[in-house]
């Protein structure tokens, strides 16, 4: 029985990653706007692989507002929570609170029941470019990338990648320091999250949410970072419109 446990894992699991070494999509993150856009691109039908850093997936949903565990979203949102199965209430003024638990749960296991393989404690480390285009990311262990050992990744090759990385928007820093691209903002560069003003930075994540680099979308606090959006704390419904509309982006232009 021992080992028909370690077998079963280990056999599946190197499945998993093989079917996964070349995919329409990557999505770095498992954040809000990465999980959207995961669940409905493999809705759609397309092969997806999402990392995550960490050992949890949820990226800036668990903790809520100051570790208060409850979410907002605007009304207009509401249908994203309902594809999910997530629940909420009424706050009032067309706002309303989500358990921040369930929702990281319920974005998790939605795009995995989509279809979508999530990869965790997985660090994408660099980016494959070549030939002018983002094609593929770096990928080793994170406790690899922490303990700063000397270990070489392995490469996973994509169509497309997102960068769901938030604040840091890791992937798109990559893609201006270390290929030297200009990428698709008023600079050329990545200009930096602004303050807090919550009603310009819910509307202008999502005008920010669009292809920066051939091969290379931004979504969420990325998407921010990237074109310089103010900040807007614990309200969600940004973020996962973000997702809904970068998967809308993305199936575009793999469908043309
Ligand atoms: O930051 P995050 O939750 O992404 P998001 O979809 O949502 C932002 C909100 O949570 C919140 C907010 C709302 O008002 O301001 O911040 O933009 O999740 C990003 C995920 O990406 C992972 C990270 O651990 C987190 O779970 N991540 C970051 N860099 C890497 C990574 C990387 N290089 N490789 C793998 N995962």
């Known amino acids: 029985m021992e080992e028909k446990i370690s077998r079963a894992i280990i056999q599946r699991y190197f499945e998993k990653l093989q079917e996964n070494l ?10 809000p706007s990465g999980m959207v856009a995961a669940y409905d691109l493999a809705k759609a039908g397309k092969s997806v692989a999402l990392f ?16 208060f565990n409850e979410v907002v979203v605007q009304e207009d949102t509401i249908t994203i929570l309902d594809d999910f199965g997530v629940g909420y209430l009424s706050a009032g003024d067309g706002l309303y609170t989500v358990d921040s638990v369930e929702l990281a749960a319920g974005l998790t296991f939605g795009a995995c029941r989509a279809g979508a393989s999530l990869f965790n404690s997985v660090s994408v ?8 285009r983002i094609g593929g990311v770096v990928i080793n262990w994170t406790p690899v990338t922490r303990l700063e050992m000397h270990v070489d990744p392995l490469v996973v090759m994509s169509k497309v990648v997102l960068d769901g990385t ?14 030297g691209v200009r990428i698709e ?4 560069a990545i200009m930096g999250e602004k303050p807090m003003w919550v009603e310009s930075g819910e ?26 959006g103010f900040r807007m704390g614990p309200i969600f419904g ?19």
């Open 238 to 256: 940004g973020m996962l419109k973000s997702g809904r509309k970068v998967a809308g982006l993305i199936l575009e232009e793999l469908i043309n």
């Open 22 to 31: 070349s995919v329409d999509v990557v999505i770095v993150g498992a954040g």
């Open 125 to 132: 480390e660099d980016i494959v470019f070549k030939e002018g």
């Open 166 to 179: 938030g604040h840091p928007s890791e992937i798109a820093e990559l893609a201006t320091r270390k290929a």
């Open 203 to 228: 509307i202008s994540t999502v005008e920010n949410t669009r292809q920066i680099y051939p091969g290379l979308y931004a979504s969420g606090m990325a998407a921010n970072n990237v074109s310089g």
């Open 185 to 188: 903002t008023e600079t050329g």
């Open 52 to 67: 995550e850093r960490k050992l949890a997936p949820g990226g800036g949903v668990w903790g809520g507002g100051m570790l």
